[in-house]
């Protein structure tokens, strides 16, 4: 166990974790084992399809009787659809960047780092860690901070320019793959609710669904700083 306190989404903790992070980073690229944990997990964690999306709807359609999870999704189908359809245009442009790919954390949020006196103490839960694209971290890691507490998008929006700024001080990282950031946060994003959609609706899985309101929220905000 370590001790300390979880973040609280202050400036200095931001820039702390920022520069954390590229520190690991730098480390995890020297790591050249090929590392895969969970590969069933990979069959279900992808961007859900917008055929997908229907089918699931007609589903919850059909059932007699509907449960509060299945009444949020259908209230949330058309934003969905809309940011699916906006994702896969993107990507056309986003894959055409070269990404710098080596192992990644891969689930690097708040809850996932500890912090004594305002530096981080320790990062956390490795369990998903692969190896992928370096802007997937970022990306999600960045986002995740900066999001924290707030909806306010202009709060959001500063603390990813102070994460990104304080991150390419002590790791690279391309103007060409920055410029992607928010691309490859909404990719992570629909991955997760890919995940827990499947499990949910196609292997009858719940344990995850508690996690569904958080990325909506998250897409919601995202999307909005897209514009």
């Known amino acids: 166990y370590y001790d300390g306190k979880p973040y609280n989404g202050t400036t200095i903790q931001l820039k702390n974790a920022a520069r954390e992070i590229a520190a690991l980073h730098k480390v995890l690229d020297k790591v050249k084992i090929k590392y895969s944990y969970r590969t069933d997990i990979n069959l279900y964690y992808k961007v859900i399809t917008r055929k997908e999306l229907d089918q699931i709807n007609k589903q919850i359609n059909k059932k007699s009787t509907k449960d509060d999870f299945d009444s949020q999704l259908k209230k949330d189908m058309t934003f969905l659809l809309n940011i699916l359809r906006k994702h896969e245009e993107n990507g056309k442009k986003a894959f055409r960047v070269k990404y710098k790919m080596q192992l990644i954390h891969r689930d690097i949020h708040p809850d996932n780092m500890i912090f ?76 997760k609710l890919g995940y827990i959609l499947r499990k949910r609706y196609f292997q009858s899985y719940n344990l995850w669904d508690i996690d569904y309101n958080m990325i909506i929220e998250h897409l919601r905000i995202a999307e909005k700083i897209s514009h």
């Open 116 to 191: 004594e006196k305002n530096n981080v103490a320790a990062i956390i839960d490795f369990v998903g860690m692969r190896k992928s694209r370096l802007i997937e971290d970022i990306a999600f890691a960045c986002f995740r901070l900066s999001a924290y507490k707030t909806r306010d998008i202009n709060l959001v929006q500063r603390r990813v320019k102070i994460f990104i700024d304080t991150y390419t001080k002590y790791n690279h990282i391309s103007e060409d793959e920055i410029l992607y950031l928010n691309y490859f946060f909404i990719h992570e994003m629909l991955s």
